[in-house]
């Protein structure tokens, strides 16, 4: 292993953390654009360089018999060795980004069964906060809460639908939903996901 095996991973986080430090001076939807690229670029490459890591570090650690047996066993042998410590949080990070990826789809199934258990995805509910949500998908829609009709005029609750079709209609969910993928596969970009759905409001 050398440490230019390290490098299309830091290319490509290091960039993705720095534009997410403040605003892009360029227009919010080009921002959401190049930052939902950027995160999952930089989510699958430190996962793809993590597992070839892994796979190096186990099979120098397996006898050599069993491993280059197969053309993948000797291509993994020629990557090694691999430290101990390097492999070690290689194999950490697999797992945190598996555990992460399985937590954010058992909540969005959750989310899912709920908009369908509560009916269509569009209409009024009976919650006395504050609250409008854009619901995608074929029979996805506007939300609004009883306690933000009573809050608001109806120009301004124009507005708020304006403000959430314009989310279906630019399909916004899918950058959110690719920031959210980065973050819960490499958690310490989680602040591009934070910028991002920022840049989306916006």
């Given at each position: 292993?050398?440490w230019?095996?390290?490098?299309?991973?830091?290319?490509?986080?290091?960039?993705?953390?720095?534009?997410?430090?403040?605003?892009?001076?360029?227009?919010?939807?080009?921002?959401?654009?190049?930052?939902?690229?950027?995160?999952?670029?930089?989510?699958?490459?430190?996962v793809?360089?993590?597992?070839?890591?892994?796979?190096?570090?186990?099979?120098?650690?397996?006898?050599?018999?069993?491993?280059?047996?197969t053309?993948?066993?000797?291509?993994?042998?020629?990557?090694?060795?691999?430290?101990?410590?390097?492999?070690?949080?290689?194999?950490?990070?697999?797992?945190?980004?598996?555990?992460?990826?399985?937590?954010?789809?058992?909540?969005?199934?959750?989310?899912?069964?709920?908009v369908?258990?509560?009916?269509?995805?569009?209409?009024?509910?009976?919650?006395?906060?504050?609250?409008?949500?854009?619901?995608?998908?074929?029979?996805?829609?506007?939300?609004?809460?009883?306690g933000?009709?009573?809050?608001?005029?109806?120009?301004?609750?124009?507005?708020?639908?304006?403000?959430?079709?314009?989310?279906?209609?630019?399909?916004?969910?899918?950058?959110?939903?690719?920031?959210?993928?980065?973050?819960?596969?490499?958690?310490?970009?989680?602040?591009?996901?934070?910028?991002?759905?920022?840049?989306?409001?916006?």
């Amino acid at each position: 292993m050398t440490w230019y095996t390290l490098a299309p991973a830091v290319l490509m986080a290091v960039p993705s953390l720095a534009l997410a430090r403040r605003p892009l001076p360029i227009h919010p939807a080009w921002s959401a654009r190049l930052l939902a690229v950027l995160a999952v670029s930089a989510a699958l490459t430190t996962v793809s360089t993590a597992g070839l890591l892994a796979g190096a570090f186990l099979a120098g650690v397996l006898p050599s018999d069993a491993v280059s047996g197969t053309e993948r066993g000797r291509l993994l042998l020629e990557h090694g060795p691999v430290p101990a410590p390097v492999g070690a949080l290689a194999l950490a990070l697999l797992a945190v980004g598996a555990v992460g990826a399985a937590r954010l789809g058992l909540r969005w199934w959750r989310g899912l069964r709920e908009v369908r258990r509560n009916g269509d995805g569009t209409g009024v509910v009976d919650d006395d906060r504050p609250m409008a949500m854009a619901v995608p998908g074929r029979r996805g829609g506007v939300v609004l809460s009883r306690g933000l009709l009573r809050l608001l005029g109806r120009d301004q609750l124009g507005v708020v639908l304006r403000h959430e079709r314009a989310h279906l209609r630019h399909r916004h969910h899918l950058y959110a939903a690719a920031g959210a993928l980065a973050a819960a596969l490499f958690p310490p970009l989680a602040p591009v996901h934070r910028r991002l759905r920022f840049d989306l409001e916006r």
